[in-house]
């Protein structure tokens, strides 16, 4: 049993929109069986523009039932069946939300019958319910309507089915002749005459069957596809139909990462159109995770995919500045790399906010002065001074050299450890590493090596790496990774 579904909603997001009108179509794999739908009451305002899309309008809706008075006779409309729908994780996604608001996990096996489309009539110019029905002769009344929507979506499942059964049966050897004669018959446009005898029923339609098992992945993506990706570190690319990349990732294993990605209930329309977008997958392997994230960073920036929009930029936009007054004090601040353009920052941080609570925990962690760091506004002296937690370095008390030292001392926690430097990790073989090569606390690039290479000198790495562009983004990267509990080993040069 399956049953076709369509919403409409006041907005694209499931986090904060509802549902304004629902249609459900009860199928038997053979035909439909039974049908309902209601206009519901949202709770809320329907934005102007929807009103314009649907014609759906609070007038409308005001008298409407709301959908916790509805949810039972879904619950009982659709049990036992696999939810099928016109872009399916989009309306599942609502349903879900809903649900769950009532305190109760709806769950059902899906099937897109846009996925379903692409692979039973390939070569279509569009897969949208509207241009797609109109293409292939499917009457579809009142458009961005629930009912008319899921009547055409009901209709243009009946004909999936039917080309399934039909491919099926032409290519199935175990069929007599009758057998495939009849569902040849079951396909034709004139629908089933009285004496063609009904399908077989043992024999499962496999289209069907796959498209429900992969009905979370794009519908240009085929289960093959996923299953030729490899299951170690390394960047990913996802590309449109047109070929070009749309988005970058990295992972320490990249079919696990890409499932993660496609088994997410997505939360808005836009969401739902970067899945529908992805028509290829390709990698490149790094063996290491510390490269892994290098090249990600890299490539973000040279190809500036629309999809990682919060990677996209070069430099972070805050930072930790450092000005000397003309005490010979040395202050530490936070604020806009926009804003300080002349100045180099000493570390890049995401915003603002981050920026300031990094100085603060830096100011407790040395026992720097707030005043000197811009974090207390006063002509007098820091309110750390007064509780004797400042040395007096706001008032002159303390000498511009004493507290310089610690100045100095926080700076070093947020800059390299070492000047030069080199991480040598996993490679991509068991007979490879990688290097990460650091000269002078500026990034060079990084390469692979056989096991058996051996260097004394920092030259030595430096003949074996690629160039890569030194930023404030990859710097904090390394910095983050030494942190971590990794297993390569780093080697110190002086």
Request: proline letters at 4%; hydrophobic letters at 35%; aromatic letters at 10%.
């Amino acid at each position: 049993m399956y049953a076709i579904i369509d919403l409409e909603t006041t907005g694209g997001q499931p986090t904060q929109d509802r549902i304004t009108e629902i249609a459900i179509y009860i199928h038997d794999g053979d035909k439909v069986v039974d049908e309902y739908s209601t206009l519901l009451n949202p709770g809320r305002s329907i934005p102007f523009f929807i009103t314009q899309l649907t014609g759906i309008n609070d007038d409308m809706v005001r008298d409407a039932p709301k959908f916790h008075e509805v949810a039972r006779k879904v619950v009982e409309m659709t049990e036992g069946c696999v939810f099928v729908a016109h872009n399916v994780r989009f309306d599942y996604s609502f349903l879900k939300k809903e649900f769950a608001d009532l305190g109760y996990n709806y769950s059902r096996k899906t099937l897109c019958t846009v996925r379903l489309s692409r692979s039973l009539m390939p070569g279509q110019p569009s897969y949208s319910l509207g241009k797609l029905c109109q293409n292939i002769g499917i009457p579809l009344h009142d458009r961005h309507r629930a009912a008319g929507d899921a009547a055409a979506t009901a209709i243009l499942f009946d004909r999936l089915l039917k080309i399934s059964q039909q491919e099926e049966a032409l290519k199935s050897p175990a069929l007599s002749p009758a057998e495939t004669l009849a569902a040849v018959d079951a396909t034709a446009p004139s629908g089933r005459s009285a004496t063609t005898p009904k399908q077989p029923s043992p024999r499962k339609v496999k289209a069907v069957q796959e498209a429900i098992r992969t009905a979370l992945l794009p519908p240009n993506i085929t289960p093959e596809k996923v299953a030729s990706l490899p299951q170690e570190a390394g960047v990913y690319y996802f590309h449109n139909e047109q070929g070009e990349v749309i988005y970058v990732g990295k992972s320490i294993n990249i079919y696990k990462r890409i499932q993660q990605h496609f088994a997410v209930d997505y939360k808005s329309r836009k969401s739902l159109e970067f899945k529908n977008s992805i028509s290829d997958i390709t990698w490149e392997l790094t063996g290491s995770e510390l490269v892994a994230l290098l090249y990600e960073s890299h490539e973000i920036k040279r190809l500036k995919p629309l999809y990682n929009r919060q990677q996209r930029r070069s430099v972070f936009p805050a930072g930790i500045f450092l000005r000397t007054d003309e005490n010979g004090y040395k202050h530490l601040y936070y604020g806009r790399a926009d804003d300080h353009a002349e100045s180099h920052p000493l570390i890049a941080l995401g915003n603002q906010y981050k920026a300031k609570g990094f100085l603060f925990h830096k100011v407790a962690k040395f026992n720097l002065c707030q005043k000197m760091c811009d974090l207390y506004k006063t002509t007098g002296s820091c309110f750390d001074y007064q509780v004797h937690r400042c040395k007096g370095a706001c008032i002159g008390l303390e000498p511009a050299e004493e507290y310089n030292q610690r100045v100095e001392a926080a700076i070093e926690s947020f800059t390299y450890e070492h000047g030069s430097f080199v991480v040598a990790g996993a490679g991509r073989s068991a007979t490879e590493k990688s290097v990460v090569v650091v000269e002078n606390g500026r990034y060079l690039g990084f390469g692979y090596v056989d096991e058996t290479f051996s260097a004394r000198k920092l030259n030595d790495f430096k003949d074996v790496i690629t160039r890569y562009n030194d930023n404030k983004d990859v710097q904090q990267i390394i910095r983050q990774y030494l942190r971590t509990k990794h297993k390569d080993k780093v080697k110190i040069f002086k």
